[in-house]
């Protein structure tokens, strides 16, 4: 058996695992006594049986949670594969993924954008989480704690942070990332900061985002700096009355001299009239 093309299975302590796929969606996989857990099942189903695939260079144990960390597609669109486990998400990433609306565009999205798996996306069964929570939960699992947060939206309105407070390790979905820059569209920009401000309280070390590189404390510092940055610099631009396309400029100007070395820094000012919109509303 060869791993999948592109990826790469880090052991960060005994039994726990980032899967980071090279441009494209990480995973985790933690294993217990008797079952695997992992965190998101990515973007379609055949990604999420590469997935298994490579779980089972580590081990033959069977999956037993699938925890996704929000309701995107390319996080979450591989949970129809899991038919024998307990699918866990917030209450809100099982609204969204219920949202029959939302979904379609998405899959338009998908389908349109002509990329490798696009064609795939027609034969999607949206499978939300068969088990949900409103602010925490506690599983015990491999001898281990792990902490589920729920701390506000943010980058959706269901996004959680799956935190191993023995190891000091998380994973973060598309929140936080290491020197990255989130995709903006389906967020709360209102609330994002102070949903960040609750997420760098917890005491953690490295972890694991869900696009690029593993970070560390201070990356996950500067994740927050940058959100924070965004939202005030375009609640002043907005305060002065500029208009959307001025106020996009001069945000993005301000971020790229503090933040130039982020992935995906170049395409912001694409991303910024629509969060505008959302603080100006
Ligand atoms: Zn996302």
């Known amino acids: 058996m060869t791993m999948t093309p592109g990826t790469e299975i880090v052991e960060l302590e005994t039994g726990v695992y980032a899967r980071l796929h090279e441009g494209l ?8 006594d008797n079952g695997v857990l992992v965190i998101d099942s990515l973007r379609v189903p055949s990604f999420a049986r590469d997935l298994i695939q490579d779980v089972r260079h580590i081990t033959s144990k069977p999956i037993q949670y699938v925890i996704d960390t929000h309701a995107h597609w390319d996080h979450s669109w591989g949970n129809e594969e899991f038919p024998e486990a307990t699918i866990i998400g917030h209450e809100n990433c099982y609204d969204e993924m219920v949202d029959v609306e ?18 795939e ?8 989480p068969n088990l949900t929570f409103e602010t925490s939960m506690q599983l015990r ?12 939206k943010a980058h959706t309105s269901g996004d959680i942070f799956i ?3 023995e190891e000091k390790i998380a994973f973060t979905g598309d929140v936080a990332m290491d020197r990255g820059v989130p995709f903006l569209g389906d967020s709360y920009p209102a609330e994002w900061p102070g949903t960040d401000d609750r997420l760098v309280e917890l005491p ?17 510092l500067q994740a927050r700096d940058f959100i ?3 939202v005030a610099n375009l609640k002043t631009a907005i305060q002065d009355g500029q208009d959307e396309g001025a106020a996009s400029a001069t945000v993005s100007d301000a971020l790229n001299s503090q933040f130039g070395d982020f992935r995906g820094i170049e395409g912001l000012k694409d991303n910024l009239p629509e969060v505008y919109r959302k603080l100006k509303a």
């Open 25 to 32: 969606t990480n995973a985790g996989i933690i294993i217990g």
């Open 102 to 119: 939302w979904n379609r565009q998405w899959r338009e999205k998908v389908i349109a954008a002509n990329d490798p798996w696009s064609e």
């Open 121 to 128: 996306a027609h034969i999607v069964n949206i499978t939300p």
């Open 141 to 152: 699992f491999g001898g281990r704690a792990i902490d589920l947060k729920y701390f506000g």
């Open 163 to 165: 935190f191993l407070p």
């Open 204 to 220: 953690i070390e490295r972890f694991v985002a869900g696009h690029g590189p593993i970070g560390d404390h201070d990356a996950l």
């Open 228 to 230: 924070h940055s965004l």
